[in-house]
Nanobody, 126 residues
Framework: QVQLVESGGGLVQAGGSLRLSCTASGYTGTYYLAMGWFRQTPGKEREFVAVLNGNDRYTLDSVKGRFTISGANVKNTVYLQMNSLKPEDTAVYYC????????????????????WGQGTQVTVSS
């Protein structure tokens, strides 16, 4: 049973920074995991934020330059450094994972991911 455990959420003022961490355990698949982040606000669908797929990084346009995803697929660990946070970044952030995928795969879609964490709340005050 694969488990994703997130940490690092919290309350921060606009312009501040937070770093989210996620570690996967229990994975025994043949391929390494691609790991990333989605976020969700009440009444809205889950939104792709970023994913680390081997040496490739994909990031939501609206957070590029502010959010940086990093980690090590071989260690089943991923981080999301969030700088210059805005109130509109307020959401529950979910760690996600799936086996490494080929280019062209729809990584923007929530249903593409096999594994989900419980979520961690990020609140940015104005």
């Amino acid at each position: 049973q694969v488990q994703l455990v997130e940490s690092g959420g919290g309350l921060v003022q606009a312009g501040g920074s937070l770093r989210l961490s996620c570690t996967a355990s229990g994975y025994t698949g043949t391929y390494y995991l691609a790991m990333g982040w989605f976020r969700q606000t009440p009444g809205k669908e889950r939104e792709f934020v970023a994913v680390l797929n081997g040496n490739d990084r994909y990031t939501l346009d609206s957070v590029k330059g502010r959010f940086t995803i990093s980690g090590a697929n071989v260690k089943n660990t991923v981080y999301l450094q969030m700088n210059s946070l805005k109130p509109e970044d307020t959401a529950v952030y979910y760690c996600v994972a799936m086996p490494l995928f080929s280019r062209g795969y729809d990584y923007l879609r929530a249903t593409s991911y096999n594994y989900w964490g419980q979520g961690t709340q990020v609140t940015v005050s104005s």
